[in-house]
């Protein structure tokens, strides 16, 4: 029931008519209604504030007059009114008057947020308006929803983070163990745009929403890139002896991940006795037991996915010295 403040009053001043002839007590006079021009008005003793509350949490409007007498008080939010005198108007379970006229709000929702005015029905309309604003920790929601995202080598993809709260929170990228362009640890903004993209970049990213009530809020996304193979050997170069043993190593980067193969000269390698194939993350290892001479000459790893190839070469020498032409 939503009543405005004319209809309050008169709605106060009935009900008060009936309790009196209920109860058998004499009716007032009209004229006792009406205070005496020498009589001291009433005035408030608290004073208008702006109130910032977190969403959840309870708080208590000040509406306190002096020498109030027969007037009435009214709260009401804009056209609203909440209370007359000692009446609660509004069927919201969580307002209430405390200690006098004080209006207790519980569970404060955004909703509640707005001007809330006290007023006294005195022939100079007094009035004291609090404001009253919602503080709500951020929420944040990332683009894609599923916190993953491809790109190819070379590329451009762009992260979206988007958040609500009060105040507006700020937006912040990182990139867990590492920084996110390269240069700069942290960004800020509500998208993070990545060019010519490579495996460096691919990785977990988190957006992170701040406006000060509550721990911030963050969002995981993580940056796949796909790329052909990438080849690295440990050394081009590799010593050893007849008898002895000897290791070839290649580093391979690929997205999708490679097929890696060994060659001796153009002879394809398969694993023997004398000689094992090893993969260890990136690592892919060549082992050979007890050289003999025809093991040594060129070596490559080759290695394979669905984006390209990549090659790369190793010579392994019973030479103490390598030689150059």
Known sequence: MNLSAKQAVILLVGLLAVTGAVTGSPQPQRRELQPSSSREQPRFLSRGQTFREVIGETLVLPCDVQDLGSYVILWR??????????????????????????????????QDAGDYVCSIGSAENKEQTHTLEILVPPVIRGQPAGGSVTARKGGSVTLECKASGNPVPTI???????????????????????????????????????????????????????????????????????????????????????????????????????????????????????????NFGNYSCVADNSLGRAKKYMELSGKFTRTTS
């Open 172 to 294: 912040t990228w990182s990139k867990k163990g590492a920084s996110v362009t390269g240069r700069e640890n942290i960004v800020e903004g509500f998208s993070l745009t990545l060019e010519q993209v490579d495996r460096r970049q691919a990785g977990a990213y988190q957006c992170s929403a701040n406006n000060g009530v509550g721990p911030p809020a963050t969002f995981d996304i993580t940056l796949n890139v796909l790329y052909p193979p990438e080849i690295e050997v440990e050394r081009s170069w590799v010593h050893s002896g007849e008898g002895y043993e000897a290791q070839l190593v290649c580093i391979v980067h690929a997205e999708p991940p490679a097929t890696v193969q060994w060659y001796h000269e153009s002879i394809l390698l398969d694993p023997t006795e004398r000689r094992s194939i090893d993969t260890r993350g990136a690592k892919h290892i060549l082992s050979i037991r007890g050289v003999r001479s025809e």
């Open 77 to 110: 939010r804009g056209t609203v009114v909440l209370t007359a005198g000692n009446l609660m108007i509004t069927r919201d379970e969580r307002f209430r008057l405390i200690d006098g006229f004080n209006l207790e709000i519980r569970n404060v929702r955004p």
